[in-house]
């Protein structure tokens, strides 16, 4: 069983900056991406940025410029460096991650992080 341990949110005014981070925990052997989501109240959940095996990176339009995606390998943990930050940013940020473990068996499997809120004044 693997699990998703998210840190770093909070309240901070417009311009400011932030950083996420999210732990992979569990018989991990490899992962093959990580990432994050966000939902605003009222609207839908909408992806944000993801690394891939080979250190590929993904941005939604709407961070590019401003966020950064980076990962630490022998901590299984992945950061989301957030700058210039906007009103419109205020979420929950959630941590996805595909994922294989061995024990019991292999299993490659997409897990979800438990939510962490950021908040951006005006």
């Known amino acids: 069983q693997v699990q998703l341990v998210e840190s770093g949110g909070g309240l901070v005014q417009a311009g400011g900056s932030l950083r996420l981070s999210c732990a992979a925990r569990?018989?991990?052997?490899?992962?093959?991406?990580m990432g994050w989501y966000r939902q605003a109240p009222g609207k839908q959940r909408e992806y944000v940025a993801f690394?891939?095996?080979?250190?590929?990176?993904n941005y939604a339009d709407s961070v590019k410029g401003r966020f950064t995606i980076f990962r630490d390998d022998a901590e299984n943990t992945v950061y989301l460096q957030m700058n210039s930050l906007k009103p419109e940013d205020t979420a929950v940020y959630y941590c996805?991650?595909?994922?294989?473990?061995?024990?019991?068996?292999?299993?490659?499997?997409?897990?979800w992080g438990q939510g962490t809120q950021v908040t951006v004044s005006s």
């Open positions: 690394i891939y095996s080979g250190d590929n990176t």
């Open positions: 569990g018989s991990i052997f490899s992962i093959n991406y």
């Open positions: 996805n991650a595909e994922a294989t473990s061995l024990i019991p068996e292999r299993r490659v499997a997409e897990y």
